[in-house]
């Protein structure tokens, strides 16, 4: 890419950029990140969002789970990316890692589309990486425009083949533990039309007993321009996952007989999930709407659901999902006493609901009768303002406001434990204050502070006492968000994102198993928390061909007031979250997209429970990947790529199970794994 300081490059996020994202040539000034709600320029925008765009996403990468993009983000720690049928756990500054699978206090937006629910959980297994064009982070509170559970947001952008070239192209891969996945992939762009389809097929052994996975993928957008400044979008995404067996956590003392074995009750209870999800989205956008800009989406998600959880009881799970909503926001720049004032104001209404029953399975693996048959009905109304002005030409004010009504509500059809039904509805309020200093072209200094809130999802609101409903005791967690941030970009190539947060939580949400044959996970506040730390990224284009990256996290997640059965937690670690992350990558990029990249990682120690009891030791992680062009003409060209993950074959684990009972805590990931592929393009 040419450098020019006319030419912005247009990346649909909330806030900023880290540097190491921008693309070779360019300078950061000239990027603008846009909406889901407010454009801005990069140099205006008072928090902190890390992008990855489309090479990192793909080149040379198997794509089949975020952790292979996201190592680059600072902040940012994602689990279990071996186990299909738990999920990906993520956390960012320490939202989301209590979630013993799934995904809870961050926002999930695909394409527009919250994928987060309005009880505030999500999943990760329609996300279609072949065709994202891009995957950002936001790694601050993002309350006061996404509303419940959004501690962080990951936002993943997919093709519409709008500014690509007509291609199709066809992709295999195959690996260590029979490791498959083919990919079919067609970009067309004709006159008002354009259209991107992206289907896909894996199959995986894994490298633990009970791990196989099967799973099939469609991913289309179509975008119609209506005019210069109007557009219309449909998006369809239909995920078939007929099989994800889930090996379950292991003891230490199985950990050190056999790393591979699948856990207790996991190949008996057949444990695992199977998914049919299909989405639909419609999308419009006005530019010209009187003096402003009109956006409105609409979608619809049904979701069908079977999981086996690996202890006897009330371990088979099962529901129909529907979901929908909309939304529309309108934004517009004029003057306020003479100074340059924009703003955004939006609505949202969210539905969620879910016919869920439970089956009780023996110890001896026979399923027998239900033990829970209820409707969940969760319901969101969203309002929100955010602006924007500009004090001077160098410094920017940033306001925003949002108020959030949430209903959750039980209707229980099982007549056998009496009438277990209830409800809790909570009403919000979230704010944001900034300020943007652009000391030099290139050059930033900001600071922000906001609020978040992040309800108990219908899971954790479940009773320990065995009692139906609602939980009445467990009640959402609130934070108080501080971020102070520098960035710049220097001439010599070397572009920079320092950032430095705090974080303080009341009735922090925490995890925890009962003693016994039954593993199922309850919830309770756990009193106050404090989240500090520092993120450090950086770049080095110091050649035409390398480039090396830098990614640091330094914190500290502790417990500030916690008691539970005559236990003091105070200053002990949160669980589940290393304090020191720090990730490192070199590239080579020859002619012909000859390239090659190694990539290493150190993830600090960690604690597995509350009492810090139980350690998780430190590791570091190397990969290697590279590619080369086999072909090429004007009709064809074929691609070929490898890598190696886990180059050096350390043991370490996959995913920590937090307070987990009976000392199963451990799901250990494979050692050394390849994988090769061939791509053709036509």
Do not use: C
Not at 137 to 159: E, K
Not at 226 to 237: E, G, V, Y
Not at 495 to 517: A, K, M, Q
Not at 579 to 595: A, C, D, I, Q
């Amino acid at each position: 890419m040419k450098n020019s300081k006319s030419q912005r490059l247009f990346l649909s996020g909330l806030l900023t950029l880290p540097f190491t994202m921008t693309a070779h040539g360019q300078s950061s000034a000239d990027i603008v990140v846009t909406a889901p709600v407010m454009e801005r320029e990069l140099y205006k925008t008072p928090a902190a969002i890390s992008v990855v765009r489309r090479e990192s996403i793909q080149q040379g990468q198997p794509r089949s789970k975020l952790n292979e993009t996201l190592s680059q983000v600072p902040g940012v720690f994602l689990q279990n990316q071996e186990n299909f049928a738990q999920g990906e756990r993520i956390a960012i500054r320490g939202f989301g890692a209590r979630a013993p699978f799934g995904v809870r206090g961050v926002t999930i937006m695909v394409d527009g589309i919250p994928y987060t629910l309005p009880d505030g959980q999500a999943q990760l297994d329609a996300i279609d990486l072949d065709s994202a064009e891009r995957i950002e982070v936001i790694r601050g509170s993002a309350s006061v425009l996404y509303g419940n559970a959004a501690g962080g947001v990951i936002s993943v952008t997919t093709s519409d083949g709008h500014r690509k070239p007509d291609k199709t192209s066809v992709r295999t891969t195959g690996g260590s533990d029979n490791f498959g996945k083919v990919v079919i992939n067609n970009n067309q762009n004709s006159g008002p039309w354009s259209h991107s389809v992206s289907a896909s097929a894996l199959n995986y052994e894994g490298y633990r007993d009970h791990a196989r996975v099967e799973k099939y993928l469609l991913n289309t957008k179509l975008r119609r321009e209506l005019d210069k400044d109007r557009s219309l979008t449909a998006i369809i995404n239909l995920l078939e996952n007929p099989r994800s067996e889930d090996p379950g956590a292991l003891t230490a003392d199985q950990v050190e007989a056999d790393r591979s074995q699948a856990g207790r009750f996991t190949e008996q209870y057949n444990t695992g999930q199977t998914v049919d999800q299909q989405v639909l989205g419609l999308q419009y956008q006005d530019l010209s709407a009187g003096p402003g800009e009109l956006r409105a989406k609409t979608f619809y998600m049904r979701r069908n659901f079977e999981q086996q959880l690996p202890y006897p009881g009330d371990s088979r799970i099962d529901y129909n999902r529907d979901y929908f909503g909309a939304s529309a926001d309108y934004r517009q720049s004029l003057q306020l006493a003479g100074l340059p004032f924009r703003y955004v104001a939006g609505l949202e209404a969210r539905r969620q609901k879910d016919e869920r029953i439970r089956r009780e399975m023996s110890f001896n693996g026979n399923l027998l009768g239900l033990t829970a048959d209820e409707l969940q009905t969760a319901t969101t109304l969203g309002v929100f303002v955010q602006s924007d002005l500009d004090l001077t030409d160098q410094l920017t004010l940033s306001i925003g406001g949002r108020f959030d009504r949430i209903r959750l509500k039980v209707d229980d059809d099982f007549a056998a434990d009496g009438n277990q039904s209830g409800n809790r509805t909570f009403r919000e309020w979230s704010g944001s204050t900034g300020l943007s200093y652009r000391y030099l072209p290139s050059h930033q200094a900001y600071a922000n502070i906001s609020t978040a809130f992040e309800t108990p999802t219908f899971s954790e609101f479940a009773n320990p006492s065995g009692v139906g409903g609602l939980n009445s005791e467990t009640d959402p967690q609130k934070s108080l968000n501080h971020e102070l941030g520098l960035r710049g970009d220097l001439s010599n190539g070397i572009d920079y994102d320092l950032t430095l947060f705090w974080v303080d939580v009341r009735d922090e949400l925490i995890p925890y198993e009962l003693t016994g044959p039954d593993d199922r996970t309850f919830y309770r506040n756990a009193g106050d928390t404090t989240r500090k730390g520092f993120e450090a990224a950086a770049g080095w284009l110091f050649s035409p061909s390398w480039r090396a990256e830098t990614a640091l996290t330094l914190a500290s997640y502790t417990f500030e007031n916690y008691r539970s059965e005559g236990n003091n937690y105070d200053d002990n670690r949160l669980p589940g979250l290393p304090e020191k992350v720090w990730s490192n990558r070199l590239k080579w990029e020859g002619l012909g997209g000859t390239f090659v990249t190694l990539e290493a990682r150190y993830i600090g120690d960690m604690v597995a429970d509350s009492a810090n009891e139980v350690k998780i030791d430190d590791y570091w992680l190397a990969n290697l990947r590279g590619g080369n062009t086999l072909y090429a003409d004007r009709n064809l060209l074929l691609k070929g790529f490898a890598g190696v993950r886990n180059l050096g074959g350390k043991d370490y684990f996959a995913n920590v199970r937090i307070n987990a009972s009976n000392g199963r805590y451990f799901e250990p990931a494979a050692g050394r794994v390849w994988y090769l592929g061939l791509e053709t393009v036509f």
